[in-house]
Nanobody
Framework: QVHLVESGGGLVQAGGSLRLSCAAS????????MGWFRQAPGKGREFVAA????????YYPDSVKGRFTISRDNAKNTVYLQMNSLKPEDTAVYYC???????????????????WGQGTQVTVSS
């Protein structure tokens, strides 16, 4: 099991940037795919980004591709989400999640991720 704590959320104007961090504890972090998801009020949880344990493969949906970048530092047990050119529709609670261990295709569905953080609020004003 991996315990996850997100930080870095806040209020930003459209066009601005934020960097989210997710601090992890647990033996399997360094071998797990890590993902970021978000959930806006009244909507389901949406996949935002994921990174393979080896950091050699990342994946993004079209809605954030080119604006968001996921990275990880296994030595620090931390995964990051750099968000640039933010839009009001990016407003949501952002969650960090630990997913499949080892190799395999990047998972984008919530059911593939076993451990979740408590979330951090990101609000983008127009």
């Amino acid at each position: 099991q991996v315990h996850l704590v997100e930080s870095g959320g806040g209020l930003v104007q459209a066009g601005g940037s934020l960097r989210l961090s997710c601090a992890a504890s647990g033996r399997t972090f360094s071998s797990s795919t890590m993902g970021w998801f978000r959930q806006a009020p009244g909507k389901g949880r949406e996949f935002v980004a994921a990174i393979r344990w080896s950091a050699d493969i990342t994946y993004y949906p079209d809605s954030v591709k080119g604006r968001f970048t996921i990275s990880r530092d296994n030595a620090k047990n931390t995964v990051y989400l750099q968000m640039n050119s933010l839009k009001p529709e990016d407003t949501a609670v952002y969650y960090c999640a630990a997913g499949p261990i080892g190799v395999g295709p990047i998972a984008t569905q919530t059911s593939a991720y076993r451990d979740w953080g408590q979330g951090t609020q990101v609000t983008v004003s127009s």
